[in-house]
């Protein structure tokens, strides 16, 4: 049977949207204006009158250099975020989500997710890298005494889920932000001596829908009130280890116990550079002595055979980081990191490890990765260096699958 292209079928017609209003919603934090390492959390309550679109916010907020003398600018390490340490949600008590070390993260999404328009738009709204054939680690400069506002998009799955979802009416919950402690790890400063800075007026923005049919609303509170309204998304879960000098094997403790496990992607931070003011201790990532790498989950090797890494030999290394942090439903993602880069042994370094842990690839399909909460087995990383390897600092995200509920009480819940 024949059938008529799609450009010729006149009957195929996109469906009538429901009659809704939108309005762009402000949320200010309610413990203060002005925060710094000193006054380090920031607690934002948000809490709409209809469906918030996670996928179009932002935090909007205004970075000052307090430092005043000649000599004392900072440079923004990768972008805007670049200052924060852990993000949480939490709902009614509960915490839903939890990023720790989430600048590194964040530095790690900019790098590799984002193409070139992207990468535009991050430098525009976010002070990231400019735009080059290689996407370095330093972004916007501050001079000494200046400031400069940004918009910037949080990496929470609770606010980025699956197929756009938006958050659904009747709950409630508090975006807590704090502060790193250590201001010499915040930027990339031109003294080590002059770390002074502040965040004021941070204030999250979103769309929030209301739907106008009595209709789909009545359907809506039934389907709340009897059974609870569940959406999903990619939650990152933070494991800190670290790395003594020398060569030999080493090992890092991760312990994951998720349903399903999508990835793990491991950055690697010499201690020296993580100790530098002056340096880029949030954006770089060294590879310095490393020789081989492989993850161990459940006394199995993945990759299932170990994998090989030298500067003239980072292709399986790549491979795996390109899989492990791509988008939901995509193959690859689109890095900015190049090759001279992604080898590099100081603070321009971008090099990682990671693990592609998916069984497939289809954005209709959730919990297709691997289900670790189901065994007490330890799950390890194992990093062979040669006698150039040094003391570093080891974080490794794992990219988990994570459901969220929200029931006829008002209440999130969140199993990952």
């Not at 600018?73 to 990768?78: E, F, I, K, P, S």
């Not at 492990?324 to 193959?331: E, F, P, R, S």
């Not at 992604?342 to 321009?348: H, K, L, M, P, R």
């Not at 080891?394 to 990219?399: K, N």
Request: contains cysteine; hydrophobic residues 40%; aromatic residues 8%.
């Amino acid at each position: 049977m024949s059938e008529i292209p799609r450009s010729m079928d006149y009957a195929m017609s996109k469906a009538v949207a429901v009659n809704a209003d939108t309005n762009l919603r402000q949320f200010a934090s309610n413990n203060g204006t002005t925060f710094s390492p000193t006054v380090n959390e920031i607690r934002i309550n948000v809490a709409a009158d209809g469906f918030l679109d996670g996928a179009k916010s932002y935090l909007y907020f205004t970075i000052n250099n307090l430092n005043a003398a000649a000599g004392q600018a900072l440079v923004l390490d990768n972008d805007a975020l670049c200052w924060i340490d852990q993000i949480r949600v939490e709902s009614q008590g509960s915490v839903l989500e939890r990023l720790e070390r989430s600048a590194v993260y964040t530095n790690l999404k900019g790098r590799w997710q984002d193409g070139v328009g992207q990468v535009l738009a991050r430098n525009t709204k976010m002070g990231g890298p400019v735009s080059a054939a290689s996407i370095g680690n330093d972004g916007l400069s501050l001079d000494e005494a200046t400031t400069s506002t940004f918009a910037c998009k949080l990496p929470l799955g609770i606010l980025n889920a699956h197929h756009g979802r938006a958050i659904p009416q009747g709950g409630s919950f508090d975006i807590v932000i704090r502060v790193n402690a250590t201001a010499a790890q915040c930027f990339k400063w031109e003294s080590n001596a002059a770390t002074d800075f502040s965040i004021t007026n941070p204030r999250f923005y979103a769309p929030v829908y209301r739907v106008d049919s009595p209709e789909v609303m009545s359907e809506y509170s039934q389907a709340l009130q009897e059974r609870g309204i569940m959406w999903s998304g990619d939650v990152v879960k933070t494991y800190i280890n670290s790395q003594t000098t020398g060569a030999g094997p080493k090992t890092a403790q991760i312990n994951d116990r998720s349903l399903s496990l999508k990835s793990l992607i491991t950055v690697v931070r010499a201690s020296t550079i993580v100790a530098d003011a002056t340096s880029n201790s949030v954006g770089s990532s060294q590879l310095l002595g490393v020789t081989q790498m492989r993850y161990i989950i459940s006394g199995q090797n993945y990759p299932q055979d170990t994998v090989q890494y030298s500067t003239t030999d980072p292709g399986r290394l790549y491979e795996e980081a390109q899989k492990a942090l791509a988008k939901d439903g995509d193959t690859y993602c689109e890095p900015t990191c190049a090759r001279a880069l992604f080898v590099a042994t100081d603070a321009t370094g971008q090099g990682i490890l990671a693990v592609d842990l998916k069984r497939f690839d289809d954005e209709k399909l959730m919990m297709t990765g691997m289900n670790t909460a189901s065994t007490a087995a330890p799950n390890l990383l194992e990093i062979t260096g040669d006698g150039s390897s040094v003391a570093s600092d080891i974080t490794t995200f794992a990219i988990c699958d994570s459901t969220f509920v929200l029931d006829g009480r008002g209440t999130i819940t969140a199993s990952a």
